[in-house]
Nanobody
């Protein structure tokens, strides 16, 4: 099982980024795939999750109207579309495989990607 994130970078406030999480070694549609983020000095938090059973979910209230999670039809890639970015969205973003289904918790995560840095300037 391998996850590789990409799409991060430096963007001005109000801009957009689309993060990609490419999976290998398994079929994305068979598991719940989550996005987490960790800002400097803060704990890692669940941002979003998608699964065939539960559909898609955005967790933090602060991003619900701005972030969207989706998967491709080939079931190899999960995307996180981030619009109207704010400086407080600055963090390393990780995708992860959940063992037990979608949740904002990382307790059942069985595999992590290496992370991609998102920096939003004011």
């Amino acid at each position: 099982v391998q996850l590789v994130e990409s799409g991060g970078g430096l963007v001005q406030a109000g801009g957009s980024l689309r993060l990609s999480c490419v999976a290998s070694g398994f079929t994305v549609g068979d598991y719940a795939i989550g996005w987490f983020r960790q800002a400097p000095g803060k704990e890692r938090e669940g941002v979003s999750c998608i699964s065939t059973r539960a559909g898609s979910t955005i967790y933090p209230y602060s991003v619900r109207d701005r972030f969207t999670i989706s998967g491709d039809n080939a079931k190899t890639t999960v995307y996180l579309q981030m619009n109207s970015l704010k400086p407080e969205d600055t963090a390393v973003y990780y995708c992860a495989v959940h063992r037990w289904g979608c949740s904002s918790s990382q307790r059942d995560v069985v595999s992590w990607g290496q992370g991609t840095q998102v920096t939003v300037s004011s």
